[in-house]
């Protein structure tokens, strides 16, 4: 199983099988993917490219083959960037372009949208066509910087009416209304929401 962060979209987890190439033997912390097919695998993925992205590999046999095979893996999302700077700042110096950004980049609001939203519709709450629609918002957002398209505040504005209670894991601050999420991310944040928690986890990773 392979994906890179942000994977909001079901298609952005894929299943490959891996195979021994003794040419790429001399590689290493490197995923190596096929040239073949219409379609880059590293596309497939949030819309990912070669320059630098980092991917998250599993080889777990306790999840994969058993809660995780290939004919339950979804089509990927269609990650098409903008190319043609359609706005820009009335001025021509930097200070202009960064408060024109700061003004328009909202890709933390909507990847909190997506999570307290998938949360909200359960355990098939990240095939749910308004968590998909946040999905494509937020391939756009993630790129403002690069391409200059940004996400209208208007695109997502009735989707923020369905969430009046934030699950608890976002740790929202206290006039928000905080419900305990019963989803498998609620139940990581309170098993790990510990002080002797976190002293094991750091002692063990400080092991490794």
């Not at 097919?37 to 819309?47: I, K, L, V, Y």
């Not at 391939?139 to 398209?149: C, L, M, P, R």
């Amino acid at each position: 199983m392979i994906t890179r962060n942000p994977c909001t979209h079901p298609g952005d987890i894929r299943v490959l099988t891996g195979v021994d190439r003794p040419e790429f033997a001399h590689l290493t912390n490197c995923v190596v993917f096929s040239s073949k097919g219409p379609r880059p695998m590293c596309n497939m993925m949030a819309g990912g490219d070669l320059d630098g992205d980092v991917y998250f590999v599993c080889w777990e046999k306790a999840l994969l083959g058993t809660h995780l095979r290939k004919d339950m893996v979804v089509a990927p999302q269609k990650y098409e960037k903008p190319t043609i700077l359609k706005e820009k700042p009335e001025g021509n110096e930097i200070s202009d372009f960064f408060i024109w950004y700061l003004e328009r980049d909202v890709l933390g609001k909507i990847a909190n949208l997506h999570l307290a939203l998938c949360d909200h519709y359960g355990k098939d709450g990240p095939k749910h066509p308004d968590c998909v629609l946040l999905s494509h918002l937020a391939s756009v957002a993630v790129d403002f910087a690069k391409h200059g398209e940004c996400v209208s505040k208007l695109e997502y504005a009735h989707i923020e009416k369905i969430i009046d209670v934030w699950p608890d894991f976002l740790e929202k601050k206290p006039k928000k209304r905080i419900k305990i999420s019963d989803g498998i991310l609620g139940k990581l944040y309170r098993s790990l929401n510990y002080d002797a928690a976190m002293l094991e986890f750091q002692k063990n990773d400080y092991k490794n």
